[in-house]
């Protein structure tokens, strides 16, 4: 089983916060759509015939294609890959793009999944983040959306200067009261770069506080697991059947096609990027040549990628298999390298597996790091 992504890199304007690849001008988004759908073709046989279970339309904001747009890269999925009876297909999309009469389209079409990035009831954080919708609209679309999908999840962003964790509460209990089934929600991080770090050196916005997040992401699990939610992944909370299928895949290292500028690919052995760039991307695949770069993960690669992406999950990092993937020394070196964290209660192993503990799981990241292998034995 294998999943596509595709990038719809457009956007109506430009969130301080985000380092993802995007343009806010749509000159090209006809062109775009074009090549997305030639690269689908040039790509058809990398997957060596695997089935596609999950499609994702990821940006970038993929919500500003039409219906006949995003419908087009379906199809052109479905003419070039086998693909399972019921696949999970995702659209990202921002509040004000879903009217009740674009929602009530979309539940027509094969899109079965909704991921919708409010990040805040507060018109405030809205404004410092300089998204696009407002309180009004972020409420109104879950009300629409909630009557013709199932399975919708919401993005929220916790540790934004100035949200007291009584606010913060607030905007999750907001949206409990939807009945969504999945939250993905993430600390604002300072991306260099970004209109976000400059406002920040200039002392227009304050600084993020880590304690602070740290806090609000253990309201969130004490929050969340209240509710009856799994805390599936570092970032990731879902009712039971409703986890995504799709990033799910990314964490248990499941090959994927990743489409459009800067689009990410793995296919157990190699990673592939595409160009970060609409124009270079989009006259590439005119000429059918593939704007894509590679690398071969070294065993090195592979041990360091599954530490990192096991720890985040409740399925954690299996001794087992890192014995078996990897060899015998680098089970030694992981179990070494794990007993100080064992010691501060940050991790545990059960049932051979290794795992974080509620008070390690904001630490993931870090502590991964530690347990990567520099160089091979």
Not at 153 to 179: C, H, K, Q, R, T
Not at 308 to 329: A, Q, Y
Request: net charge negative; charged share 25%.
């Amino acid at each position: 089983m294998a999943g596509i992504y595709i990038h719809i890199p457009f956007c109506k304007q430009a969130c301080y916060y985000c380092d993802f690849h995007f343009s806010t001008s749509l000159k090209k988004k006809e062109e775009l759509v074009q090549a997305l759908c030639k690269e689908i073709e040039l790509r058809t046989n990398e997957l060596e015939n695997q089935t596609i279970e999950t499609i994702y339309f990821g940006g970038g904001t993929p919500s500003l294609l039409t219906n006949i747009e995003l419908e087009f890269l379906i199809n052109t999925v479905y003419k070039n890959h086998e693909v399972v009876d019921n696949p999970e297909i995702t659209l990202e999309a921002n509040p004000d793009d879903l009217s009740n009469n674009r929602i009530s389209e979309l539940a027509k079409t094969p899109f079965n999944r909704l991921s919708i990035g409010i990040q805040s009831f507060f018109e405030r954080d809205l404004k410092l983040m300089n998204r696009a919708h407002n309180s009004v609209e972020a409420k109104k679309c879950l009300e629409d959306a909630t009557k013709y999908f199932d399975n919708i999840s919401v993005d929220l962003i916790y540790g934004i200067p100035d949200l007291s964790n009584a606010e913060w509460l607030e905007n999750i209990e907001i949206a409990l009261s939807y009945n969504i089934p999945h939250i993905s929600s993430y600390a604002l991080t300072v991306e260099p770069k970004t209109a976000l770090e400059n406002f920040i050196k200039k002392g227009i916005i304050k600084n993020v506080d880590d304690e602070l997040a740290q806090e609000q992401f253990h309201l969130l699990i004490e929050k969340l697991e209240a509710s009856g939610f799994v805390h599936y992944e570092l970032s990731n909370f879902g009712k039971p059947d409703y986890f995504s299928k799709n990033n799910s895949a990314y964490w248990q290292g499941k090959p994927y096609l990743g489409m459009g500028p800067s689009a990410h690919s793995f296919n157990g052995e190699q990673r592939g990027w595409n160009v970060r760039n609409n124009t270079t991307y989009i006259k590439s695949i005119q000429q059918n040549i593939l704007p894509i770069e590679r690398e071969s993960l070294s065993v090195t690669d592979k041990y360091n990628e599954y530490v990192m992406t096991g720890l985040r999950t409740i399925w954690g990092v299996s001794l087992k298999k890192v014995e078996h993937d990897f060899g015998k020394n680098y089970k030694k070196y992981i179990l070494k390298q794990s007993e100080k964290y064992i010691s501060e209660h940050l991790l545990y192993i059960d049932d051979d597996k290794l795992l974080t503990t509620k008070k390690g799981k904001f630490l993931s990241d870090g502590i991964a790091s530690d347990l990567f292998k520099i160089n091979l034995i």
